[in-house]
């Protein structure tokens, strides 16, 4: 319960800048923590539910991800980002997440539900995807990319605007606090780092912030206007959250 506090205090003040708060769950062990609870809790009358996007995984019963997106429904959460969930740990409900948000489309249609999307992979197959109905989504986040990378994601923004997704995108971005390679083993098990550039750059005396920035410049060069950050943390998020808008010259 203390993290909670400690995160509600740093929500409060991010959410000052009219951001758009994306809340994960624990989509990786044995068992997810409940967020809608500890939003209700810790944030209610404080924030305005329009902010937030909770991430519900389809690691539960199915019966609980119904209740789950009426009760954000009716706290009055417009919108509800519907991902797999890692493949380890608690077995899914569905077998792909597209399935998942068909139901809540159905038995809960007022929610805008939010998709995935995976620059790094096959960009044609990627936009397949977007573009096929099943897909079910009314936007979608990406994996975490970075400026290491940049071509395959120009790749995968070229081929969407070429074949004409209006989908609204919002492109992954990490705060990589270090280059430790211990830490930078462990996220490699789940999203692609760069691994070499941040240890050039950390070395060099670069801040976390900086390289952060640099990431979200060099996506807004290929087009790319919507981001997420993500591992702000729990304690510091707010302090870290304003010296990368400072970077990005918008403190």
């Given at each position: 319960?203390?993290?909670?506090?400690?995160?509600?205090?740093?929500?409060?003040?991010?959410?000052?800048?009219?951001?758009?708060?994306?809340?994960?769950?624990?989509?990786?062990?044995?068992?997810?923590?409940?967020?809608?609870?500890h939003l209700a809790a810790n944030l209610a009358g404080e924030i305005r539910p329009e902010q937030v996007v909770p991430f519900l995984t389809?690691?539960?019963?199915?019966?609980?991800?119904?209740?789950?997106?009426?009760?954000?429904?009716?706290?009055?959460?417009?919108?509800?980002?519907?991902?797999?969930?890692?493949?380890?740990?608690?077995?899914?409900?569905?077998?792909?997440?597209?399935?998942?948000?068909?139901?809540?489309?159905?038995?809960?249609?007022?929610?805008?539900?939010?998709?995935?999307?995976?620059?790094?992979?096959?960009?044609?197959?990627?936009?397949?995807?977007?573009?096929?109905?099943?897909?079910?989504?009314?936007?979608?986040?990406?994996?975490?990319?970075?400026?290491?990378?940049?071509?395959?994601?120009?790749?995968?923004?070229?081929?969407?605007?070429?074949?004409?997704?209006?989908?609204?995108?919002?492109?992954?971005?990490?705060?990589?606090?270090?280059?430790?390679?211990?830490?930078?083993?462990?996220?490699?098990?789940?999203?692609?780092?760069?691994?070499?550039?941040?240890?050039?750059?950390?070395?060099?005396?670069?801040?976390?912030?900086?390289?952060?920035?640099?990431?979200?410049?060099?996506?807004?060069?290929?087009?790319?206007?919507?981001?997420?950050?993500?591992?702000?943390?729990?304690?510091?998020?707010?302090?870290?959250?304003?010296?990368?808008?400072?970077?990005?010259?918008?403190?």
């Amino acid at each position: 319960m203390d993290t909670w506090i400690d995160m509600a205090h740093e929500v409060r003040r991010i959410a000052r800048h009219d951001t758009v708060l994306f809340l994960t769950d624990n989509a990786v062990g044995a068992a997810e923590e409940e967020n809608l609870r500890h939003l209700a809790a810790n944030l209610a009358g404080e924030i305005r539910p329009e902010q937030v996007v909770p991430f519900l995984t389809s690691k539960h019963s199915l019966e609980y991800c119904v209740l789950y997106a009426a009760r954000a429904a009716a706290q009055g959460y417009r919108a509800l980002t519907v991902l797999g969930g890692d493949r380890r740990g608690a077995p899914r409900c569905v077998t792909h997440a597209y399935e998942l948000r068909q139901t809540l489309a159905t038995r809960v249609p007022g929610l805008a539900l939010g998709g995935w999307a995976n620059p790094h992979r096959d960009s044609v197959r990627q936009v397949d995807y977007l573009l096929d109905g099943a897909f079910t989504a009314s936007f979608y986040l990406t994996q975490i990319v970075s400026h290491y990378d940049l071509p395959a994601v120009e790749r995968f923004v070229a081929e969407a605007n070429r074949r004409g997704v209006t989908m609204p995108g919002v492109f992954g971005v990490f705060l990589y606090r270090s280059a430790n390679p211990r830490t930078l083993e462990r996220l490699a098990e789940f999203l692609p780092v760069p691994a070499e550039g941040l240890a050039r750059d950390f070395a060099a005396g670069r801040s976390a912030e900086a390289i952060c920035a640099d990431t979200i410049r060099g996506l807004r060069t290929i087009g790319v206007t919507r981001v997420y950050v993500s591992n702000l943390g729990v304690r510091g998020a707010a302090e870290r959250y304003h010296k990368l808008l400072t970077e990005l010259g918008e403190g």
